[in-house]
């Protein structure tokens, strides 16, 4: 009964220390680690890679309780210094010594911003994707750290991320609405008129994190942005999307757009291998990350093949760098241009 | 991702405004109109005091969509004053228009500690119980209101609050520290010694709401605190709790206390009748208030008929009056005293 809104101006200084504090439950570590996609993708690209880890030094930008780190020791790295801005590195450093690997990894407490690393280092592992991959603006600190520690010819782990938007429905919205019209029935009260208000509320501007279920989604998704982490600079991150195009598998209502993302592992060492990509598309396994739903403000019908285009612009909101906004201009089939902004609650 | 902790403390009318706003949302009032324990207690209770609420006036306290005071009006009501302080007032102006109840409803936008009706009324009825019972602390608006507009012999809907307490597993929490020892068979890292951190960040001291499942209630309840809304003041309400004694039913761990409350409607017309009870206890069925569960710092086990005793005692917080905290002090079986103190997290 207490859903308090909050909204306000924090300064930078305070904005990074609720962040950092963020991390220092345990719920989301092990949501993380529990997170099986997310875990045995990056296990399988680290051991996959292990002739360029081996005998290397790595740095493992934002390593929370330190897998990764450990992922790459056991791939044979000689030394991994994890750089962990949040307190969760205390755990960390003693996780290391359990796995009695405190003389090949360094936990080291502070952001890799102001982290000074004896050396420089081979290859660079982080996870650093938000939802909607740039919430957060962490990978502003990978490519810092790639910029600042990484030898030429370095290996990122992932290398490339890629964003993609198709049109979805969904169910529970509508049976939301819908509600307000079974009261009378249930209660003898009519609250139907409650429905225009219930819709202003639902579909509103916040960028909602949900699992979409395959049946709701609308068309093949449509890529709208491609990030190469050898190459992208922090200047580019601060518009990045693209255009799109789907055409709706059949006849339906679209209530929402559905965001998500994904990251490539390259492996130099076996050209012919097929690269290995950890996915958040909703016709895969679901993971934490789960999807980016953006509604409409009202639902529009479409039949077999209605185009559904537009652009998508990705940016860090003014108030907070690390919330990230989307803008989407769209036209479904013969209706207008329209376009919202969509933002993540506090 | 972004579990940003944030605390300040807020000057009393930015809490306020914070408090009216979180109702402004449509979430919470379907939440509140489709827990069917709730909307249909108060239906029948108001139905079945029909001879004592014809004709005469009502007020009803913190109306929200109007639906108690629509039910009011179906019992024959002359006049309902429907006091609400959020904007959702606007909506149950709307549904009382839809219903053609304008002549006996009258929807006033404001705290009713500022409301301004022009005569004093025969009925009070009113939702105002929070989580835990007293969180948000809107019981004293109904005091107020009691005290300023209630004729004398006026009746109030419910009349009577009862708080109670069990001990309780978690067999969720119990999964949840386990996890980290099941790390290493899936990942080859052995996280076992996160354990005692995740123990640390999950028993804490956050009341934290949850649907407790039966047969993870430890004991018969034992009720410590008792309200007589006729009779108790806003100066009673700053400290409410009692003693309490359980006898456990078998060999568990007790990881937490569960507190929920039942209000009774009193049915004067009908003597004969039983009094009409909402219930919020883990053995009824889950209503939207589920329970609020206070973990102990780390499991206790206790066999059959095992004592558990103690007091329980529920105050506002210091920082934010429409927060209740609430501080345990208990035994358990042979174990030295104990105390803890809860509160419900921003």
């Given amino acids: 009964m207490s859903h308090v809104v909050k909204k306000r101006k924090l300064d930078k200084t305070r904005q990074d220390r609720l962040y950092f504090d963020s ?17 045995s993708t990056y296990r399988t690209a680290i051991l996959r890679n292990s002739e ?51 003389d090949r990894i360094e936990v080291i407490r502070g952001t890799v911003e102001t982290a000074e690393l004896p050396e420089k280092v081979e290859v660079i592992v982080s996870e650093w994707m938000g939802y909607a991959l740039l919430h957060e603006s962490m990978l502003n600190s990978v490519l810092y750290a790639r910029d600042k520690w990484l030898k030429p ?3 990122i782990l992932p290398s490339k991320a890629e964003l993609f938007i198709a049109p979805v429905s969904d169910p529970v919205l509508e049976d939301r609405l819908h509600f307000w019209y ?33 049946e709701d989604v609308l068309s093949h998704p449509a890529r709208f942005a491609e990030l190469d982490l050898y190459a992208v600079t922090a200047e580019e991150l601060r518009s990045v999307g693209g255009h799109f195009r789907c055409e709706s598998f059949g006849s339906a209502a679209v209530n ?25 598309s909703p016709f895969k396994a679901e993971t934490h990350w789960k999807q980016a739903v953006l509604y409409l403000d009202a ?24 919330h990230i906004c989307i803008h989407v201009d769209y036209t479904i089939g013969e209706q207008k241009r329209q376009s919202k902004t969509f933002s993540i609650p506090d």
């Fill in 23 to 39: 991390y220092s439950d345990v719920t989301i570590h092990e949501e993380m680690i529990a997170d099986h996609v997310r875990t």
């Fill in 52 to 102: 360029s880890i081996r005998g290397k030094v790595v740095l493992d930008v934002g390593a929370g309780t330190g897998v990764l780190s450990v992922f790459c020791a056991q791939a044979g790295a000689k030394k991994v210094y994890a750089v962990e801005a949040c307190s969760i590195a205390e755990q960390a450093a003693k996780i290391v010594r359990h796995n009695k690997l405190e």
């Fill in 153 to 155: 010819g370095g290996l």
């Fill in 182 to 214: 079974t009261v009378k029935e249930q209660y003898g009260v009519d609250m139907s008129c409650m429905s225009d208000f219930a819709r202003r509320c639902l579909m509103n501007s916040d960028i909602t994190v949900n699992a979409v279920t395959v």
């Fill in 256 to 280: 929402a757009f559905c965001v998500y993302f994904t990251v490539t592992f390259p492996c130099p060492d076996k050209p012919q291998a097929q690269a290995l990509v950890l996915s958040t």
């Fill in 299 to 322: 639902p529009v019908d479409v039949v077999q093949d209605t185009p559904v285009t537009g652009t998508v612009r990705m940016y860090p909101s003014k108030e907070s760098a690390r």
